[in-house]
């Protein structure tokens, strides 16, 4: 129940550190925007490393023992940035949410099942209900702009 | 082809939730946390150098909007805690749904500079369904 409550809370930060990261975009540009996001996140993870003082442990040994790609996390974050920024004004704004959903659902459950939770009927009958209802708020969306194309 | 770009970003998205939460779940939480954002910086870093971006701070700028990174570490520790108890498709359908409300009050109330725009009930019908999928979701894991 905690952990429901977390990624609840987590679209609630993806909201506000979007807003604040695009509004500062608009005043000094896409990457140097990101550059200050992420000096800003570096800084405070710091303080929360040093705040939390969980034993950090940095032996080359253990940092070793993982795949080099599992480090890549901040990179395609990165990724991610520049794409939103070169496609996202290209597409209408009312297809977004539903496109990036798509492609997060069936990379998602790929990849669940490739980290070993299996794709049960419940899974795929949920993901297809949440495109569903994506698709249903998405066509009151259209018709209040007066958008014509499906 | 754009539409399809975006398909992608939503990829992405997940890849980077599901490398992020396997190495906080080897190396601890908040080295973690250090470890991605120095990846990060590093790559934009060098976006910048390769374009020869330039740094323009004679706008002024509100304090607030500086803080978008330090929500952005929150949001990165949440998810690599959850990647690692419900999975990645859970963690995401949830966010989505806590992203819509978050967004339907931001806009109802025109919060943080947003103009406001009232909120269409019709839609209740939506988020009922998407929450029933979340649900389905969550009995199937």
Redesign the interface.
């Known amino acids: 129940m905690l952990?429901?409550f977390?990624?609840?809370?987590?679209?609630?930060?993806?909201?506000?550190?979007?807003?604040?990261?695009s509004?500062?975009a608009k005043?000094?540009?896409i990457?140097?925007?990101?550059?200050?996001?992420?000096?800003?996140?570096?800084?405070?993870?710091?303080l929360?490393?040093i705040v939390?003082n969980?034993?950090?442990?940095?032996s080359l040994v253990?940092?070793n023992?993982?795949p080099w790609?599992?480090?890549?996390?901040?990179?395609?974050?990165?990724?991610?940035?520049?794409?939103?920024n070169?496609?996202?004004p290209?597409?209408p704004v009312i297809?977004?949410?539903l496109?990036?959903?798509?492609?997060?659902?069936?990379?998602?459950?790929t990849?669940?099942y490739w980290?070993g939770?299996p794709v049960?009927?419940?899974?795929?009958?949920?993901?297809?209900?949440?495109?569903?209802?994506?698709?249903?708020?998405f066509r009151?969306d259209q018709i209040?702009t007066g958008e014509a194309e499906f | 082809m754009f539409k399809f770009g975006a398909v992608l970003t939503g990829g992405l998205t997940a890849i980077m939730v599901t490398l992020n939460g396997i190495l906080a779940g080897n190396i601890g939480d908040f080295i973690a946390l250090i470890i991605i954002h120095i990846v990060g910086l590093i790559t934009v870093g060098a976006i910048i150098l390769f374009k020869h971006k330039k740094f323009n701070f004679n706008k002024e700028i509100p304090f607030y909007y500086f803080t978008g990174g330090a929500f952005g570490v929150f949001l990165v520790l949440f998810n690599n805690i959850t990647f690692n108890a419900i999975g990645v498709s859970l963690t995401l359908a949830l966010g989505l749904l806590g992203q819509s409300v978050a967004a339907i009050i931001i806009d109802h109330f025109g919060l943080i500079g947003i103009k406001a725009s009232r909120f269409d009930k019709r839609k209740i019908v939506g988020f009922g369904i998407i929450f029933a999928g979340i649900v389905f979701m969550i009995i199937g894991s």
């Open positions: 952990y429901i977390m990624a609840f809370v987590a679209g609630w930060l993806i909201v506000l550190s979007m807003v604040f990261n509004n500062l005043k000094i540009g990457f140097q925007s990101t550059l200050i996001n992420y000096s800003v996140g570096l800084f405070v993870s710091g929360l490393g939390m969980n034993q950090i442990d940095l253990k940092l023992t993982i790609w599992v480090y890549l996390g901040g990179f395609v974050g990165v990724a991610i940035v520049s794409a939103s070169y496609i996202i290209k597409i297809y977004t949410t496109l990036v959903y798509v492609g997060q659902l069936t990379f998602g459950l990849l669940d980290s939770l049960s009927r419940n899974r795929l009958i949920g993901g297809f209900l949440i495109i569903l209802g994506l698709l249903y708020n009151i209040n």
